[in-house]
Nanobody, 120 residues
Framework: QVELVESGGGLVQAGGSLRLSCVAS????????MGWYRQAPGEERESVAN???????VYADSVKGRFTISRDNARNTVYLQMNSLTPVDTAVYLCNLGHLDPEHGVRTFWGQGTQVTVSS
């Protein structure tokens, strides 16, 4: 079992920045991807960015050039640096980890989420 705990959300004015963190604990297998999703009220959950255990990254078009995902494998932590925030970025941001369990195959875990609110 894997537990994910996010932090760093809050209220920020448009144009501001926030840095989200997500710490993973439990049994984490080496082949894994960590990432951030977001869900605004009345909207579907969408992928924001993800990063593999060897550092390959993928971003949603809407955040390219503004958000940066990174990870510290020694601390089982993934970060999301968010710059130039706009009200459209307002959502609950959820951390995700997917890994290859040798016994159970691919498994996915979610954090509880952290609220990001951007005021105009």
């Amino acid at each position: 079992q894997v537990e994910l705990v996010e932090s760093g959300g809050g209220l920020v004015q448009a144009g501001g920045s926030l840095r989200l963190s997500c710490v993973a604990s439990g049994t984490i297998f080496g082949i894994n991807t960590m990432g951030w999703y977001r869900q605004a009220p009345g909207e579907e959950r969408e992928s924001v960015a993800n990063i593999t255990d060897y550092g390959s990254t993928v971003y949603a078009d809407s955040v390219k050039g503004r958000f940066t995902i990174s990870r510290d494998n020694a601390r089982n932590t993934v970060y999301l640096q968010m710059n130039s925030l706009t009200p459209v970025d307002t959502a609950v941001y959820l951390c995700n980890l997917g890994h290859l369990d040798p016994e159970h195959g691919v498994r996915t875990f979610w954090g509880q989420g952290t609220q990001v609110t951007v005021s105009s």
